[in-house]
């Protein structure tokens, strides 16, 4: 089974711009997680879709926002890009419900803004 | 409120045993997780708890206490490339089986 995709791998902006981020999820997974991380930071969560519905939100500004398609891929984006957005966006799929229901990573999209 | 605590950073001799700790408080505690991640990688899943208990995996086993709210997780035989940040997360039933995250143990090997 393909584990978790993510696209693009690396990318640099500069501020004010925007940015969109995709994630494929394992095939049969319905729940999609994003996670920031920064040098230094534990994992920092974004918000997480489950059957293309918002589930769960962080505590992050509006800038960022996402969304989930009918076959489950999700994207992430950041209007306004400032400075401190630089980080490792990371994305995290996983059956969704209860039970020995784990969550695998993608390898993540490291975001520079300049 | 939910919190999870863990140890910042731990050192440890290559060949020797070693435990990260693992404290929570969390309202619907619905399993608890260990995952293992390299400098610059994604976080790799390595153990699951939800009954009070040891799991053994290889060199690496986890145990939880849910009474006590603890987990631990127990590193042998250390290996140089066993030098990586280890996470416990624990999922709440009460928040749609949201993870709720540590901030990770940064382990460093020594030889």
């Known amino acids: 089974k393909a584990g978790v995709t993510q696209t693009p791998r690396y990318l640099i902006k500069t501020r004010g711009q925007q940015v969109t981020l995709s994630c494929s999820p394992i095939?049969?997974?319905?729940?999609v997680s994003w996670y920031q991380q920064t040098p230094g930071q534990g994992l920092q969560f974004l918000f997480e879709y489950f059957s293309e519905t918002q589930r769960n939100k962080g505590n992050f500004p509006g800038r960022f926002s996402g969304r989930q398609f009918s076959n489950s891929r999700s994207e992430m984006n950041v209007s306004t890009l400032e400075l401190g957005d630089s980080a490792l966006y990371l994305c995290?799929?996983?059956?969704?419900?209860?039970?020995?229901?784990?969550?695998?990573f993608g390898p993540g999209t490291r975001l520079t803004v300049l | 409120g939910q919190n999870i605590d863990q140890p910042t950073e731990m050192t440890a001799t290559e060949g020797a045993i070693v435990q990260i700790n693992c404290t929570y408080q969390t309202s619907g505690f619905n399993g608890l997780f260990w995952y293992q991640q390299h400098a610059g990688e994604a976080p790799t899943f390595l153990s699951y708890n939800v009954l009070d208990g040891l799991e053994e995996k290889g060199r690496f086993s986890s145990f939880l206490s849910r009474s006590k709210g603890y987990s631990y997780l127990l590193l042998k035989e250390l290996q140089m490339k066993d030098s990586a940040s280890y996470l416990c997360?624990?999922?709440?039933?009460?928040?749609?089986?949201?993870?709720?995250w540590g901030a990770g143990t940064k382990l460093i090997i020594k030889p």
């Open positions: 095939s049969g997974h319905r729940s």
């Open positions: 995290a799929s996983r059956g969704g419900q209860g039970g020995r229901d784990t969550q695998y």
């Open positions: 997360a624990v999922r709440d039933g009460n928040s749609n089986y949201q993870l709720i």
